[in-house]
C-alpha cells in the first residue's frame, strides 16, 4: 500500500486500522454499526509474511467522516473495537480495493470477494471501488456464466445476479444490460434455428471457403 502510517496531525476524512479478532470486543461490529459512521469491514485475511510464514489473521477497517477530522478523533473510533494502529488514506478508491487485495500482485496476499466485506451506516463498498474495467470483467463472467449454465432468459440472468453476484446486477442495472440482452437474444435466435454448436465457433478459429462457404477449421487445417 502506498498510505502508510502518520504521525502527522492534519486532518482528513478517511482513517484504517486492523482488527485481529481474538482480541477484539465479540461485538465489534455492532459497536462500529453503533458510531453511525460510515464504515467497511475487510474479509477475514489469511495471509502469508515474505518468507512463507502465516500472518495473524485479522481484518481491515475504514472509517469515512462526513468531515475532516483529526488522528486522535479517529482513534477514539478505533479504540472502542480494539483497532491496532491509525492509517490515514489519501486515495479512499485505492486503499478499498485494498481491502480485498483487487489490485495487488503480490502472491502472498490473498484475492478476497468484494461482496465479502461489511458494510456499514449507508458505506457503499461496490460503488467506491467500482471501475470501468471491473464492468468489463463482470460482462464477459456472465456471458461466461450463461454459456457454461446454458442460459438464454435475461431474467433468470439477472434474479441469479441479485441475490448471488451484487456486482453482476450492479452493472446490469446501470450500463451492460443492452450487451447482455443483445447477447441473450443472439444466443435464442441461434438456438431457434437449430444452429449447432460446432458452427457457432468463435471466428477466430475458423476459416471460410470464400467458394464454398464451408467453415474450415484451422485445428483441423493447419496447413491451409
Known sequence: MSDKKSSGKGRTRNFASVVY??????????????????????????????????????????????????????????????????ERITTLRGYARYLCHLDDPDPNKNQYFPEDVI??????????????????????????????????????????????????????????TYVIKEYLKSKSWERERHIERSQRTPYSMQKVDPETGEIIDYKENEDV
Open 119 to 176: 458494510c456499514l451506516n449507508g458505506a457503499d463498498y461496490i460503488g467506491i471501488i467500482g471501475l470501468a474495467i471491473d464492468k468489463y470483467k463482470a460482462i464477459f463472467e456472465m456471458v461466461d456464466f450463461c454459456e457454461e449454465n446454458d442460459i438464454d432468459s435475461y431474467r433468470e440472468l439477472f434474479i441469479y445476479a441479485r441475490i448471488h453476484r451484487n456486482d453482476w446486477a450492479r452493472v446490469l442495472c446501470d450500463s451492460g
Open 21 to 86: 479478532p481474538e482480541s477484539a470486543p465479540e461485538n465489534y461490529e455492532e459497536i462500529l454499526a453503533g458510531t453511525h459512521i460510515p464504515s467497511f469491514i475487510s474479509p477475514l485475511h489469511t495471509d502469508k509474511n515474505p518468507d512463507g510464514k502465516e500472518k495473524k489473521e485479522h481484518r481491515h477497517v475504514v472509517i469515512m467522516f462526513d468531515s475532516v477530522k483529526t488522528e486522535e478523533q479517529a482513534k477514539e473510533i478505533f479504540d472502542l473495537i480494539g483497532g491496532v494502529g491509525l
